[in-house]
C-alpha cells in the first residue's frame, strides 16, 4: 500500500522541481525613457502649466523640469524597439562558395600618363619675339604653341628631398630610465649635502682670505663734507589788516577738547575716506 503523502510536502516538492526565474532583456536594460506628453503630466508635477499646454514645451531641454525622485528627462524621442543601430552591410561577395570556388584578384587600375609642365618662359619669349603683347594675343598664342617641360628639365626644377644619413631615427628620443637604486639609497640627498658643504668651506675661506681694515676715523674735512647747513624758513607773508583777526565760529568749549578732537581725527584718518580723510570708514 503506498504511503500517504501530506500536502505541504507535495508543496516543497513542487517548489523544488520548478524551474528559475529569468529575468528578460528588457528587465535588465529597461527601454529608454520617452519624452513627456500632456497626458502624462499630473497634477502637484513639476511640469504642470497652466493655460495652452502643448507635447512640444515637454521636448525642449531649457523648459522642461526635473521631477522629484526620477531622473531628469533628456526630451528626445527614440525609434522603436525594433530599431537597430548602426551601418547594416550587405554581403556583396558572395560569402563561403564564392570565395572557394575563385580568388578574387585586385585589378591594377590604369595609370593616366604624366602631364609636363608648362614652359611659360619660352610661350612668352616666342610671342615678344612673334610682335604679340596684349594679353588677347598671348592666350591665343599658347593654344596654337604649346610648349612643355621635358622631365629632366622638370625633375631638375623641383627640389629635390634632402640627404639624409642611412642610420638616422625619427621621432621623439627615448626618456632615460629612472634610477631607482639612487633614489632608493637617497643618492640625490647625499649630492646635495656634500654641495653644500663645500660651498660653506669656500666661503669661509673666502673670509679668512679677506683683508679686514681697521677702523676708519672721520676727520674735520669728511665731517664738514657731509653736514648740511640748516635752512630757516621765513614764514608766509600775510597782510597786515588780516593778522589780528579771531575766529568767528568756535564749537569747542575749551582748548583742551579742541586738542582732544584733532588728535582723534589724526588718528582715525588712516581708515577714513576722501582727499582729506575726512569721510566714512573704509572697513565694515
Known amino acids: 500500500m503506498p504511503e500517504a503523502r501530506s500536502p505541504r510536502q507535495d508543496l516543497t516538492r513542487w517548489k523544488k522541481q520548478q524551474q528559475p526565474v529569468r529575468r528578460t532583456v528588457s528587465q535588465i536594460c529597461p527601454p529608454p525613457r520617452r519624452p513627456l506628453t500632456v497626458a502624462d503630466i499630473r497634477p502637484g508635477m513639476e511640469n504642470e502649466r497652466l493655460g495652452v499646454v502643448r507635447d512640444s514645451m515637454f521636448q525642449n531641454p531649457l ?6 525622485g526620477k531622473p531628469r528627462e533628456r526630451s528626445c524621442s527614440l525609434p522603436g524597439i525594433d530599431f537597430n543601430y548602426g551601418l547594416y552591410i550587405r554581403g556583396l561577395d558572395g560569402g563561403v562558395p564564392e570565395a572557394i570556388g575563385r580568388w578574387n584578384v585586385f585589378k591594377q587600375q590604369p595609370t593616366c600618363p604624366h602631364e609636363l609642365t608648362r614652359n611659360y618662359i619660352a610661350m612668352n ?3 615678344v619675339k612673334a610682335g604679340l603683347v596684349t594679353a588677347r594675343e598671348n592666350f591665343l598664342y599658347r593654344q596654337l604653341n ?4 621635358s622631365d629632366q628639365d622638370d625633375r631638375r626644377l623641383k627640389k629635390e628631398p634632402p640627404s639624409l644619413p642611412p642610420n638616422m631615427t625619427f621621432g621623439i628620443r627615448a626618456r632615460p630610465s629612472t634610477p631607482f637604486f639612487d633614489l632608493l639609497h637617497h643618492r640625490y640627498l647625499q649630492l646635495w649635502v656634500q654641495e653644500q658643504k663645500a660651498a660653506q668651506k669656500a666661503i669661509k675661506l673666502e673670509k679668512k682670505q ?5 677702523k676708519l ?6 665731517q664738514l663734507r657731509k653736514y648740511k647747513p640748516p635752512v630757516k624758513l621765513d614764514t608766509l607773508w600775510h597782510m597786515p589788516h588780516f593778522q589780528k583777526v579771531g575766529r568767528q565760529l568756535d564749537t569747542f568749549p575749551t582748548e583742551a577738547d579742541r586738542q582732544r578732537a584733532l588728535k582723534a581725527h589724526w588718528e582715525e ?5 576722501g582727499t582729506l580723510r575726512m569721510g566714512n570708514y573704509t572697513h565694515p
Open 125 to 127: 619669349r616666342g610671342a
Open 269 to 273: 584718518c588712516a581708515v577714513r575716506q
Open 210 to 214: 679677506k683683508v679686514i681694515l681697521g
Open 63 to 68: 523648459i522642461v523640469k526635473a521631477e522629484l
Open 217 to 222: 676715523y672721520e676727520t674735520r674735512s669728511s
Open 146 to 149: 604649346d610648349i612643355r617641360i
